[in-house]
Every structure is written in structure tokens, then in C-alpha cells.
């Protein structure tokens, strides 16, 4: 007796959260002299070119809300303000993870929710309230406040030396700080304390430059532990849905497919039995009849099996496999594949990325061909940021939708289970575009 496949469950959304990136251990091991050294030098830098940096942020900004209503230009220039501000928060990151060797992940843009014009919008929206951007931002702000400091410091530094040996000038007095006038036996005294005041104060701004760069771009024990918990929850949602569709899919093509055609090669030797002595001819033609139709089955289940792995992926990679499918695609492929050699079906532990990137890719050209009535398709795989970016486009019809069950869920499901990032755009019209990226877990 058949049954019919179960249904799919309800399809999750779109885009799935993307995973949050690694955090490495924020504890080092005090701050050594070179470190300090470092973190002066760059407070002295960031107090002479940081003001002339937010000035311009800030001019950008006023000037964006001045030609707001001048026939939009305004939005324009606000666009670019969010553009400049995630710039700088990506620079700061960066910095401040490479002085004190806290292993940060560097800041990262916003994934997009909707497609069009329209979603490009909102995501740039979205990214203008981004909290690691803000905090970022404040800390290069102080980070500028204490630079200018540091350069006053230096010159009174500077100035307190020279103030030491003002006894050589063999006067009576001498012009103090403050306006102050006072015995010149007092100059090498105040010169000296001068000095290792103004030391004092810069080394002291170098440290609380440290512990507010920790406090402000560092994200605390339970946001990280918090955003690991709703990672792996989304994962585990995706790899359990994505499990049911495969396995749905499975049973759809057992059942519709390879198992009508075994059951018609068993009615068909049935038949040649019964004739086989009364009608050896009409028994060889049948019997031809069946071989033919296991071979047709046979080649069913190898497609069926290639479906749910490929062994090319794990024998020669993920550069071969793609080359395979897009020969056997019904409609011209232009492949462009660029991984770094570390990536392939050897290091185990890119074997989830790119199994979730070749049957992305496997299914958007299944599509391509099937639905958006598409002449040629290009396929783009690169490697990024320590993970598999990969992007799909046809020149079809479009107006492709992710629905309950369909290929498209599979594939956003199965992306999701190995905690990448998916994006469909496609307009009434086409073309169609998908973006997958999937990182890698070295």
C-alpha cells in the first residue's frame, strides 16, 4: 500500500538571522610597555587627523539635512553619512581589536530582509541604529578627545624640561606655570615634577583609553552567551525543517517516480511469464520491455541519489562538483569560481558550507530552467570573511517566491542549519538573483 508524503510544516522567514561571529577571549595579560607605546602613539594620531574626520561626518550630516527637500538630493547624502559612519566604526573595531589583541570580528553590515529599492532602504535604516556602529563611533570620539590631550601633555612635558634647567640662565627668578613667578632654585624641582606629572597623565590617559575600548566595543559575557543561544536555536529550527523537506522530497520521487516504474517492470514480467511458453516472441519483447524500464529506473535512483549527496563534492571539492553540475544544466552556465585552496572537500570543516552552496546552486539552475524561462544563468562562488559567499543569477522571467515546501525553503532552510545568511531578489520581470553565504567552522 502507498501513502502519500506528509505535508511540510509552515516555512520560516526569508532571511534567516545571521550567526554571531566568535568572540575571542577578552582577558590579556596586563599592558606591557610596547602596548602602552602603542596606544600613545595612536591616541597622538587620532587627536591630530580625528577632529578633521567627525568634521567631516558632521558637515556631511548638516549638509544632508539642509537638501533634504531639494528634490531628495538630501536623502542621498544622508545614505552616504550611514555609509561613512559604518566606515569609521569598521575602522575603530579593527584598531582597537589589533592594539590589544582582543581577536574582535570586524563590524559587519546589516543583512538585508527585503529585496529592491525599497529593502535597500530599510537596511541602510537599519544600519543607522546599529548599537556596535554607535559604540564604535563613541569610543573613536574619545579616542580623539584623549589624543588631544596626549599632544597637550607631550608640549607641557616638552616645556617642564626645558623649565629643569632654567638655572642656566643665571637669573634670580624665573616665569612659572600659572603666570607665577618664582626663585629659580625651585626650577629643577617643578621642572621634574612637571615632567612626571605630565608622563603620568598620558600614560594614565593610554589606560583609560584601554578600559573604555574594552567596555564600549568588547560585547559583555551574556549578549554574546544571549545571541549564541538565538544562533542555535535558529540552527537547530533550520536542520530540523530542512531535514523534513528532504525527506518529503524523498518520498515525493519514490512515489511518483522509480515507484510506478518497478511496478510496471513487474507487471510487465508477470506478463511474460504467463506468455513465455505459449509465446516465447511476444515474452522476449516484453522482457526487453522491462529491462528497459529498470535501466530508466536504475538511472532515477542515481539521480535521486546525487540529490542527496554528491561524491564528487567530498572526493574532488566544491570547484569540481560545480563544474559537473553545470555541464549537465539544461541552459548555458557561466561558472566563476575563486576558493582559497584551504576550502575544499579535504578540510572537514568546509564540508557543511559547501554542501549548503552546491545545492543552493544545484536548485536555483533546477529553477532557472523549470520556471523562469532563462537563456543563460551566471554563477558566482568566492571565498569570505573565513566562509563561502555565492551568488546566482539568471535573466528569466522572475517573480520567484519562497513557498511552504518548495525548492527555495530547501534552500533557505539547509543555509540556515549551517548558520549562513540567504537572499532572494526577484522582481516581476527578472532577473533573478540569490546570495548565499555560509561560513566555514575551521
Not at 541602510?124 to 596626549?150: E, K, T, Y
Not at 530542512?242 to 511496478?263: C, Y
Not at 549527496?309 to 567530498?314: G, M
Not at 543569477?393 to 527555495?408: F, T
Request: proline fraction near 6%.
Amino acid at each position: 500500500m502507498t501513502t502519500n508524503p506528509t505535508p511540510p510544516p509552515p516555512a520560516p522567514p526569508l532571511a534567516p538571522p545571521a550567526p554571531a561571529a566568535p568572540v575571542a577571549a577578552t582577558t590579556d595579560a596586563g599592558s606591557p610597555p610596547l602596548r602602552i607605546l602603542l596606544t600613545i602613539l595612536q591616541l597622538a594620531a587620532l587627536g591630530t587627523v580625528g577632529a578633521g574626520a567627525i568634521g567631516i561626518l558632521t558637515a556631511t550630516f548638516g549638509a544632508g539635512l539642509a537638501l533634504l527637500f531639494v528634490f531628495g538630493v538630501g536623502l542621498f547624502v544622508l545614505l552616504g553619512f550611514v555609509y561613512g559612519l559604518f566606515g569609521l566604526g569598521w575602522f575603530e573595531v579593527h584598531r582597537v581589536s589589533a592594539l590589544y589583541d582582543l581577536g574582535l570580528p570586524d563590524l559587519r553590515w546589516r543583512p538585508r530582509t527585503k529585496a529592491g529599492f525599497g529593502g535597500w532602504l530599510s537596511n541602510v535604516a537599519r544600519q543607522s541604529i546599529n548599537g556596535p556602529m554607535w559604540r564604535a563611533i563613541a569610543n573613536f570620539v574619545l579616542a580623539c578627545i584623549a589624543g588631544s590631550l596626549v599632544i597637550r601633555l607631550f608640549w607641557g612635558m616638552i616645556w617642564a624640561g626645558f623649565f629643569a634647567f632654567a638655572p642656566l640662565n643665571r637669573q634670580g627668578s624665573v616665569d612659572g606655570p600659572f603666570g607665577a613667578v618664582m626663585d629659580v632654585a625651585w626650577a629643577p624641582l617643578v621642572g621634574a615634577l612637571g615632567v612626571i606629572a605630565a608622563a603620568a597623565g598620558i600614560v594614565g590617559l593610554a589606560l583609560l583609553h584601554r578600559t573604555l575600548s574594552r567596555a564600549l566595543i568588547v560585547p559583555n559575557r551574556e549578549a554574546e552567551l544571549t545571541a549564541q543561544v538565538q544562533t542555535t536555536t535558529a540552527q537547530r529550527a533550520g536542520a530540523v525543517r530542512a531535514a523534513e523537506l528532504e525527506r518529503t522530497r524523498i518520498e515525493r520521487d519514490l512515489h511518483d517516480g522509480v515507484q510506478p516504474r518497478l511496478v510496471s517492470v513487474g507487471m510487465t514480467l508477470g506478463l511474460a511469464q504467463q506468455k513465455i511458453d505459449t509465446d516465447p516472441a511476444a515474452a522476449r519483447e516484453l522482457i526487453g520491455e522491462a529491462h528497459t524500464s529498470t535501466k530508466a529506473a536504475i538511472t532515477e535512483l542515481r539521480q535521486l541519489a546525487r540529490g542527496i549527496h554528491t561524491s564528487v563534492l567530498d572526493d574532488r571539492g566544491l570547484d569540481a562538483a560545480l563544474s559537473a553540475l553545470a555541464g549537465r544544466s539544461h541552459i548555458p552556465v557561466q561558472l566563476d569560481v575563486r576558493i582559497d585552496p584551504g576550502m575544499s572537500g579535504a578540510n572537514a570543516g568546509c564540508r557543511d558550507a559547501e554542501a549548503a552552496v552546491y545545492f543552493a546552486i544545484a536548485e536555483s539552475l533546477t529553477n532557472a530552467a523549470k520556471h523562469s524561462r532563462a537563456s543563460e544563468c551566471r554563477v558566482v562562488v568566492r571565498s569570505r570573511d573565513g566562509g563561502l559567499w555565492a551568488r546566482v543569477e539568471d535573466n528569466g522571467m522572475g517573480g520567484a517566491q519562497v513557498q511552504p515546501g518548495g525548492g527555495l525553503d530547501g534552500i533557505t532552510n539547509r543555509v540556515l542549519a549551517a548558520g549562513g545568511t540567504f537572499r532572494l531578489e526577484s522582481p516581476a520581470g527578472g532577473p533573478t538573483s540569490l546570495e548565499v553565504t555560509v561560513p566555514c567552522a575551521f
